[in-house]
């Protein structure tokens, strides 16, 4: 029974670095919108039930991605869920720490405003913290190249997409230039996105690659659907926003395209963002 309950100390050292690399995942992950007045702003504007819905989303793309890669190396269920727990802490003890560094979680500053900035930035941290051990760690302790099945493979194609649009979302310029375009330029937009998604997916190592003899089938299982979860991801992150709120369908369908152009080719990348 005491050998049972005595500390295996490699694995605490072990399961130390791993936390110190998630810290480190969530600091680069974050801190480009750390730094971005416009995230100081929706922290305090969005809703509650946008942040709620955010971070609902959240959970499961966090658990998947622990399942796929995670700060630790061990997998199960179990260790999946307490991986997604523990990203989720250290995604928010980062944005924490570093807004109130930055003098946002001030005296001045409500709690309910102080909740909605670190839970708006806390999430994305949280997804570096969970790809922490394959973005940071030494190549001797990645292991195995990890694979993925079909549905897999689409998860991780929302993961990359909602990389992507999360940090450019925020941005006036993304209204801005949905704004400008005229309906034909839009299209044409929208079509590059895909020839692009198309040509990405089948150089970095996504499984369509397999399916290059079947260029039709490659086609609709990847580059197709890849853009719909593309537009899919753009359309929720725009809503968390607050992006199309009073907005005409002819400017939401514009908006979405223009944010589904970087969330396709973080959709076709996924492999080396995730």
């Not at 839009?186 to 397999?210: P, R, T």
């Not at 086609?219 to 926003?241: C, E, H, K, Q």
Request: aromatic letters at 10%; charged letters at 10%.
């Amino acid at each position: 029974m005491i050998a049972r309950l005595a500390i295996n100390p490699g694995r605490e050292r072990t399961y130390a670095a791993g936390l110190g690399r998630a810290f480190g995942g969530a600091l680069i992950f974050a801190f480009p919108l750390l730094m971005t007045m416009e995230m100081w702003a929706f922290g305090v504007a969005i809703p509650p039930a946008r942040l709620i819905a955010l971070v609902l989303l959240g959970l499961p793309l966090l658990y998947g991605l622990s399942d796929y890669a995670g700060f630790d190396a061990r997998r199960g269920w179990r260790n999946d869920l307490f991986n997604t727990l523990s990203a989720l802490a250290v995604g928010f003890a980062t944005a924490a720490a570093f807004l109130a560094l930055f003098g946002l979680l001030g005296p001045d500053v409500t709690a309910a405003e102080a909740m909605g900035r670190i839970t708006l930035q806390g999430v994305p941290a949280a997804i570096g913290a969970t790809l922490a051990r394959r973005q940071l760690s030494a190549g001797a302790e990645e292991g195995a190249e990890d694979t993925a099945p079909y549905y897999g493979e689409l998860f991780l194609m929302a993961a990359g997409a909602l990389v992507l649009a999360f940090n450019v979302a925020p941005t006036e310029e993304v209204i801005l230039i949905a704004w400008q375009m005229a309906g034909w330029q839009i299209l044409l937009l929208a079509l590059l996105s895909i020839v692009l998604l198309h040509l990405l997916v089948f150089s970095v190592g996504f499984a369509g690659q397999e399916s290059a003899s079947h260029p039709g089938a490659a086609l609709f299982l990847f580059t197709i659907v890849g853009y719909a979860i593309a537009l899919l991801v753009s359309l929720f992150v725009l809503w968390v926003f607050g992006r199309l709120d009073g907005q005409a369908p002819a400017m939401i369908v514009s908006t979405t395209a223009v944010l589904a152009f970087p969330a396709a080719l973080g959709a076709a990348v996924a492999r080396l963002l995730v």
